[in-house]
């Protein structure tokens, strides 16, 4: 438990959960408003910050939280039919760059480790092929075999 005395910025929502960005003296900071315990109104007027804008603010706060869980990266090369499908399954977690071999996409992928990033790849089978990843390359291949073993 902290005590904190901070200057409300906005309320922002992620899923059923509401978070309150505030400016401290320690710099910006977002907290879980399920997690405040009580609020003591203050005499001085909260400052906020000249051009502060909450929804650029709040993406900014999403996009870094999302890179903090998703360390793994990895280069991939993507068939073009797959780009819509893979954006939709890996949202954030995918950033398409220029044109590769063969008409394919160059594209970096993030994942939360070897497993859950093979898992949301695999379905893509030959659309979207993995570079520079030998571990996850390996597990693919892995994936692969048992497949065919399983279903023949």
Request: net charge neutral; charged share 30%; glycine share 12%.
């Amino acid at each position: 438990t902290t005590e904190r005395t901070v200057h409300p910025l906005g309320l922002a929502r992620k899923g059923r959960v509401w978070y309150l960005l505030a400016d401290t003296d320690a710099g910006p900071r977002t907290f879980r408003v399920d997690r405040v315990r009580g609020v003591e109104h203050l005499d001085a007027a909260a400052v906020r910050p000249d051009g502060f804008d909450l929804e650029a603010e709040w993406a900014r706060v999403v996009d870094r939280v999302d890179e903090m869980r998703t360390q793994l990266r990895c280069q991939v090369l993507v068939h073009p039919r797959a780009v819509g499908s893979l954006r939709w399954i890996m949202r954030n977690r995918v950033r398409f760059g220029g044109p590769g071999d063969g008409g394919r996409i160059h594209a970096e992928v993030r994942g939360h480790g070897i497993e859950s990033l093979a898992a949301d790849l695999a379905g893509f089978g030959h659309a979207v092929e993995v570079l520079d990843h030998p571990e996850l390359r390996d597990r693919l291949s892995r994936l692969g075999h048992e497949l065919v073993e399983l279903y023949g």
